[in-house]
């Protein structure tokens, strides 16, 4: 068959260019591009790893931190609170001692004004005894034309206001 002999002449040199490009190709592609291509790409995911590690480190401190921000707020409310407290308490005793010296004064204002009342009942009292005495004299200077003692009359009258003898 001379066509195959044919093809084999012809194609041989065709052949051999091809091969001789795509090694060509692939030298200048595998050896000199390739190597470059696969460090960036290692560097690439190096950066990548690394920047990664250094988020989760960051991350980890953030939770650090609000779990420290957390316990200290929780420690400052509690403190608050017990200032709270102890303000409420010191503002109640304080109330307490205000409201018994308030009552100490009102308990001794009462007796005074007591004392005061029974001074003035014991006042009205004599004066209504000194003005039934005087009464009672000229009364009984009138009605009679005897002219009785003061102590006499006195006596009388308080037996009668009074109730004794």
Do not use: C
């Not at 957390?70 to 303000?87: C, G, L, V």
């Not at 004004?113 to 039934?132: F, H, N, P, T, W």
């Amino acid at each position: 068959m001379p066509q195959i002999a044919q093809i084999a002449a012809t194609y041989a040199s065709q052949l051999f260019w091809l091969l001789l490009v795509f090694g060509t190709i692939f030298v200048v592609i595998g050896l000199g591009m390739y190597p470059k291509i696969q460090g960036t790409v290692i560097a690439r995911d190096r950066k990548i790893e690394d920047d990664l590690a250094e988020a989760r480190r960051a991350n980890e401190a953030a939770d650090q931190l609000e779990e420290d921000y957390r316990k200290k707020m929780n420690e400052e409310h509690a403190a608050a609170h017990q200032a709270i407290e102890k303000a409420r308490a010191e503002a109640a005793r304080e109330t307490e001692r205000k409201l018994a010296v308030a009552g100490e004064e009102n308990d001794a204002l009462l007796q005074s004004a007591k004392a005061d009342l029974a001074e003035r009942r014991k006042s009205a009292r004599q004066e209504i005894e000194d003005v039934a005495v005087e009464a009672a004299r000229e009364l009984v200077a009138k009605l009679s034309g005897i002219q009785p003692e003061p102590g006499e009359a006195a006596r009388e009258v308080r037996e009668i206001m009074h109730g004794t003898d």
